[in-house]
């Protein structure tokens, strides 16, 4: 493995460099602030990422960079480099690399149970920019939707800057609570509001780590075309499954219809390439790419596809299934062990995260900071809300520290808490 290169990677293990877009911001005159747009102006809040040298990070859903495939990545370059000359050089289709496409429709069949064609996908820089392009096609400032609370972070981020009003859908150990999704949409509907999207993470949700189950699935689809709103279905964790069987997609039980479903290979290849995909149907996905003015990396998508064929996505997807379960474990073995009575959670059965529920007396934002002081950090719980709650959660990611690491900064944070409950 050649060592990480600190100026580019930005969470715990490297350096603590700012995002290009916080030292704009920074930076921009008070005249140049009074030309924000709305999505400027809502953009006012730095993220929280973790870092700092020597800390112990369990804050960020990063890949294990151990584990980052190095050089089976350079050989592939090689190969690419040397069988197809400068082609993946030029600009690409907007949709994105026909082969890489091919490789993932082969995949999403197999594996997801989603039958599509290059017609209904679309390459997309992470998953990031899949809900990015979908808020561009659906949603205006002002407008409503619902989504589960709590959620991926940046997601969070996303709706905010767009300014829609979200509803929040608690969840249980089955996923979202469909009998309050019903009353909410039944409740918005009775006031002339009408929400355009639901968005959810169906597996091993972030931050939560249910897993929504099949009763609920059918439910929501059903709900979907009841009040006429579409499903952000994000998958980022689909392959990650640690034991149990797979569910079929909302997509799948939708046919295609009210449920726009994307993926990534940041959390199975390399998030650094930036390889997501979305799928829906033929009619959004040709609106979706005008809307999508830039055609991506034809270069990185030419490096994954030259990658991952052959068999070899599917052989890594079975090593990180066995290295997550592991560091899952290990810090389910700590939490147990070591972890005071009053604090609960759940066992994910797969994806990246550990999410904690504190008793009353218990502030996730002074913890984060005794913590800080010997070297450990992790994710507040607020940073997953839309409307600042969660101070008593705590999310633990357990993808991206080692093994030892891992044990002693669970070691350290068990004792915070003891010590913060009886002081
Ligand atoms: C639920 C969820 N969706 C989407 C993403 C997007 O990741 P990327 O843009 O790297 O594909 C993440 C990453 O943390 C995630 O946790």
């Not at 290059?118 to 659906?138: H, P």
């Not at 066992?347 to 995260?353: I, K, R, S």
């Not at 070691?411 to 913060?420: F, P, T």
């Amino acid at each position: 493995m050649m060592p990480l290169d600190e100026s580019v990677v930005t969470d715990g293990r490297g350096s603590a460099a700012r995002d290009g877009w916080e030292r704009a911001a920074m930076t921009a005159t008070a005249g140049v602030q009074d030309l924000f747009s709305v999505r400027g102006r809502n953009a006012s809040e730095a993220r929280e990422r973790g870092g700092g040298p020597g800390m112990i990070s369990f804050t960020a859903g990063f890949p294990d960079p151990v584990h980052l495939p190095y050089e089976g990545v350079a050989e592939a370059t090689g190969r690419l480099m040397s069988t197809h000359g400068q082609g993946p050089l030029q600009y690409g289709a907007v949709r994105g690399y026909t082969g890489l496409l091919d490789l993932l429709i082969e995949k999403l069949g197999r594996d997801q149970g989603i039958r599509c064609a290059q017609e209904n996908m679309l390459l997309t820089s992470g998953g990031s920019q899949a809900l990015a392009l979908l808020i561009d096609l659906f949603l205006d400032p002002g407008d409503t939707i619902l989504s589960e609370e709590p959620t991926w972070s940046g997601a969070v981020r996303a709706f905010a800057n767009v300014g829609v009003n979200v509803e929040g859908i608690p969840l249980d150990d089955d996923g979202a609570r469909v009998d309050v999704l019903e009353a909410k949409l039944r409740d918005l509907h009775a006031r002339g509001i009408a929400p355009k999207a639901f968005y959810m993470i169906p597996n091993f949700q972030n931050p939560g780590g249910m897993t929504t189950t099949l009763e609920r699935r059918r439910r929501i689809v059903a709900l979907a075309r009841e009040y006429n709103f579409v499903i952000f279905e994000d998958d980022a964790y689909f392959d990650l499954r640690f034991e149990g069987g797979q569910l079929p997609t909302l997509y799948e039980l939708a046919g295609g219809s009210h449920v726009a479903y994307f993926g990534t290979f940041s959390k199975i290849v390399a998030a650094g390439m930036r390889i997501g995909w979305l799928v829906a149907d033929k009619a959004l996905i040709d609106r979706l790419s005008v809307l999508k003015v830039d055609g991506g990396s034809p270069f990185a998508a030419h490096i994954a596809h030259e990658y991952c064929k052959d068999g070899v996505l599917e052989a890594r997807v079975q090593e990180l299934i066995a290295l997550y379960r592991h560091r899952r474990d290990l810090m389910l073995g700590e939490l147990n062990e070591r972890m005071p009575e009053g604090i609960t959670w759940r066992v994910p059965e797969g994806g990246f995260f550990i999410w904690l529920d504190l008793p009353a007396g218990l502030d996730a934002t002074r913890i984060l900071a005794a913590c800080r002081e010997r070297g450990v950090e992790f994710l507040p719980g607020t940073a997953c809300f839309f409307h600042g709650e969660g101070r008593r959660n705590i999310r633990l990611s357990f993808s991206y520290a080692d093994d030892e690491q891992t044990v002693r900064g669970m070691r350290a944070l068990c004792e915070v808490i003891g010590e913060q409950l009886t002081a």
